[in-house]
């Protein structure tokens, strides 16, 4: 079946007003679980698994689709709005979402974001389409030193997050390496960190961390200030009506917004990479090449396209190797596989041949909902941003509640909201002390994928460094890498240091 046959298929299934209803619901609900703090896109696609069991199995496979891609847009919502990432992949889109959103760009922030998503997600369909066969191989042939290399690429942001205090924010993404430490060691099953407590056993949650270090924080930010709490910074009294950029903005960073989609998608395809190392690896990648690195955190369209056209481009990937070999490329894709082989989908090189119908509908389904998704989003962003009418005084004990649901949530578990708790309370610290919180949740999220990849390799290698780097993706990435960590000192030194704002 040729490519425009495999569109005309997947068009005409999902053209059918059942079906079309379906996804329109599944966009629905994807961005509001998206939205709620706590809830990941992997748990969005398995609270949508029971309303497929009665379906058919096309219409199955594209409602979890749909689900999936607008779970991803919607943490970008919380996180421009409120300082809280719906879901980890949207931590970096705070750096400069929230800043927007204070000086009362809320709405144009969100444009960038939507936009930029909307791109993102269509890029890593089109390259789905187009190149599932080979863009797998190539996955296929990245073992786990070139995975280690890509990660550690993504740690040397720390040395650019905040070049006018460079000593601090390294220390800041030490702390975050140290605390990915904490629980079970995966190689050889010893604890490390755990105080003896089983909760710690498997490590730090991530999403009851990012609340606590981004939500709550902030609140208690806010109490320590002398005016009254019932003060709005901002935020348009709670009216944002989402605005796009302007046509000079889009053509000004379209080739940050294409080249964040590639990398998103080749990093989707990965297995056990994902969206949330794609959104900040973009981030750091943008950082380094933009002429003005400094205005990065400060809040800028910049920052948010690179993590949102990103993390949405993940998901196109993590798709490839889904569908050509049945290998899932992240959690979310998991969950989405065991619901398509219950429904008799056979995944893997024969599914274009056998069974051509879920690929084409697939297909048609991402790119639909990429593109519908802008609009839903806007609609659910208005609802959202209702809330910061109110109060400050209010507004903070609301965060703080919502804060409380979504770390339980994740597991319902309370040690997650004891976590989140001390994560908040660290991010004060943080805050006054002037060390990066930014930096530690980089190192916290890339630590775990950089030791399990670096383990991995080095026992391959047989503890043989140079052997474990003579790959040359590993041996590239890794020159590339230590370039990037070695130059804002390089350019200090000559006397080319600008100053910079936090992230």
Known sequence: MSTFELL????????????????????????????LPGVSSTMAVALGLPFTYSMEPVPAIVFLVAVYCSAITGGSITAILFKIPGVPSSAPTTFDGYPMAQRGEAGKALGVALGASAIGGLVSAFCMLLLSPQLTQAALSFGPSDL??????????????????????????????????VGQDRMYAVQRMTFGSKELLAGLEMIPVLIGIFAVTEVLKQTRKSDRLDAKEGVGGGHVDTKMPTLAEWLRIKWLVLRCSIIGTIIGILPGAGATIASFLCYSTETKLSKHPE??????IDGIAASESANNAATGGAMVPLLSLGIPGGN????????????????????????PQYLSATFASMLVTN??????????????AKILAIPYSYLGPIIVMLAIIGSYAT????????????????????????????????????GEICESNFSRAYTISRADLVSMFSRPIAGSLMVLSVALLVYPIVASFFGKKKPSANA
């Not at 005409?12 to 998206?34: D, H, K, N, R, Y």
């Not at 290399?149 to 975050?176: K, Q």
């Not at 205005?295 to 800028?300: D, Y």
């Open 8 to 35: 005309q298929s997947g068009f005409s299934v999902l053209m059918e007003p059942q079906v079309f209803f379906m996804v329109v619901m599944a966009i629905v609900m994807g961005t509001i679980f998206g939205a």
């Open 148 to 181: 280690f290399a890509i990660t550690f690429m993504g740690l040397s942001i720390l040395a650019c997050l905040d070049s006018s205090n460079i000593l601090r924010t390294i220390i800041s993404g030490l702390i975050g390496l140290l605390l990915a430490c």
């Open 295 to 300: 205005k990065f955190g400060t809040g800028i």
């Open 332 to 355: 979310a894709a998991a969950v989405m596989m065991s619901a398509l082989v219950l429904k008799g989908v056979q995944l893997g090189p024969l599914l274009l041949t056998n069974q």
């Open 371 to 384: 593109i519908l998704m802008v609009i839903v989003a806007m609609g659910i962003a208005k609802v959202f």
């Open 411 to 446: 597991n319902m578990s309370i040690a997650d909201v004891k976590i989140m708790a001390v994560a908040g309370i660290v991010g004060l610290i943080f805050a006054v002390c002037r060390f990066n919180s930014a930096a530690m949740i980089l190192g916290l999220v890339l």
